[in-house]
C-alpha cells in the first residue's frame, strides 16, 4: 500500500504505505498494506525531542543491538520460533535505521484530498492506456485466475495498477532496515512493524530469501501488490504450478503468483463473483454534510436510503448493506452508494477513496 520519494506521484500530498497512491484513512486493522496514519508526529521515545527535520540530517547508521528492546524482541523470537539468536543477532546487526523513513512518516499531511483530486491522480489516462496494454499482456493468466476464483479480472489489474503502477515501482527501501526502522524507532507504530518484522524473518526463511536483499515500500510493503510481510505468508499463493519451483510464491517478478495472489486476498475477504461495487446516486443535500469519509461499515440498507431521499438504479433487495461514501466532485458535494463488495476493496487498503479509484479503474479498463 502509496507515495515514494521517487513515485511519480511524488507530490507530498498525503503520505501512503504503499508504492503509489495516495491514502488519507488511517486504517486499523490488517491489510496487506502497512496502516500508516495520515498524519503522525514521533512521540515518546529518544527520538521524541527531535523534529523530523533534525532527524532529516541524521546519517543511516546500525542499530544498537544492546538496547533493550532489541534484545529483547531477538529472545522473543529466538524462544518462539527456535531460530538461534546469534543468527538473529547477524541479521540485524545488517540493518540499518534510515532517518528518511521516520521523516517520510511523520510527515504531515499537507490537506485532504477530495474525491476528484484523489480520482485524477489515480485513475489518470496513463494508468488507464498502461492498464489496458497490461491486461492484454496478461489476459490469458488473468481469464484463468478470474474463472478459477470469480474475482474479476478488471480488479485485479485495478489493484496492481494503484499499488505500483503494474509493476514499475515497488520500492527501493531494504526491507529489513524499513521494519527495523519503524520497528524500533517509531513509537507510534512500533508493536505493528516489529510484528511485520517478525513476519519477515520468518517469510525469508520460508521462502528462501537472503533478507537483505528484498525491497520494497519504506513501510516494508512487498512486490507488485505491495503485501506486508504478514499479509504475504497468509494471502500469497503460488499461481506458477507448472513452474520449476512449485510452492515458491513470488510477488516481485512471477506475474501468475501476483495475480493469484491478489485473487486469493479477495477471496478471502469475502469477494462476491457478479456483484456491483457501488452505485452512482443522487443524495438530498442534508445528508451530504454529515458524512465521514473513515466510517467503512455498511451501516445502513437499501431502503433506508431511499427512505431518506437517495435515488439510485438498483434491482437489488431492499435489505441489502450499504454505505454512503463522500464522493465531492469539483462543483460540490456528492455521494455514491457503496456495496458487500466495496468493503471487501477496503479490506485491501482501508479507504473510502482507494476503493473507489479501484472501482473506477477497474471500470475505465472494461
Ligand atoms: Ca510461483
Known amino acids: 500500500m502509496s507515495l515514494r520519494y521517487s513515485s511519480v506521484l511524488a507530490i507530498t500530498l498525503l503520505l501512503t504505505a504503499c508504492a503509489d497512491q495516495p491514502r488519507s484513512v488511517k486504517p486499523v486493522v490488517a491489510t496487506p498494506h502497512a496502516e500508516v496514519p495520515k498524519t503522525a508526529s514521533v512521540v515518546a521515545s529518544d527520538e521524541a525531542a527531535k523534529t523530523p527535520a533534525s532527524i532529516a540530517d541524521e546519517s543511516p547508521k546500525p542499530f544498537d543491538l544492546t538496547r533493550p528492546d532489541i534484545v529483547a524482541f531477538i529472545d522473543s523470537l529466538s524462544s518462539k520460533h527456535a531460530i538461534p539468536a546469534e543468527e538473529l543477532r547477524a541479521l540485524l546487526s545488517q540493518g540499518m535505521f534510515q532517518p528518511k523513513i521516520i521523516v517520510a512518516m511523520t510527515r504531515p499531511a499537507e490537506r485532504v484530498l477530495a474525491w476528484w ?138 506475474w501468475d503468483d501476483i495475480a493469484a495472489s491478489v485473487a486469493n486476498y479477495f477471496t478471502a475477504h469475502g469477494w462476491q463473483s457478479g456483484q456491483p461495487v457501488l452505485f452512482d446516486a ?39 448493506r450499504a454505505i454512503l461514501i463522500p464522493a465531492e466532485t469539483a462543483t460540490g458535494p456528492a455521494a455514491r452508494i457503496g456495496l458487500h463488495n466495496f468493503r471487501v476493496i477496503t479490506r485491501y487498503n482501508r479507504s473510502v477513496l482507494y476503493a473507489m479509484a479501484v472501482n473506477d479503474l477497474a471500470n475505465s479498463l472494461r
Open 117 to 254: 483530486e484523489y480520482k485524477d491522480r489515480l485513475v489518470s489516462n496513463e494508468r488507464v492506456a498502461r492498464g489496458r496494454e497490461f491486461w492484454n499482456t496478461h489476459r490469458d493468466r488473468l481469464s484463468t485466475i478470474e474463472q478459477k476464483t470469480g474475482v474479476d479480472a478488471a480488479i485485479i489489474v485495478a489493484i496492481i495498477g494503484v499499488e505500483t503502477n503494474y509493476g514499475r515501482n515497488m520500492g527501493s527501501w531494504r526491507v529489513l532496515d524499513a521494519l527495523m526502522t519503524l520497528g524500533f524507532d517509531y513509537p507510534r507504530r512500533a508493536e505493528f512493524f516489529r510484528s511485520e518484522l517478525e513476519h519477515f524473518i520468518l517469510l525469508a526463511r520460508e521462502e528462501s530469501w537472503d533478507p537483505l536483499t528484498v525491497r520494497g515500500s519504506y513501510a516494508g510493503a512487498m512486490g507488485a501488490p505491495q503485501f506486508m510481510p504478514s499479509s504475504y505468508r497468509r494471502f500469497a499463493v503460488d499461481g506458477s504450478a507448472t513452474a520449476s519451483a512449485p510452492g515458491r510464491r513470488d510477488l516481485f517478478t512471477d
Open 282 to 320: 443522487s443524495v438530498p443535500t442534508e445528508l451530504l454534510g454529515v458524512l465521514d469519509r473513515r466510517n467503512l461499515e455498511l451501516d445502513r440498507t437499501l431502503a433506508a436510503l431511499r427512505a431518506s431521499g437517495v435515488t439510485f438504479e438498483s434491482t437489488l433487495p431492499d435489505e441489502t
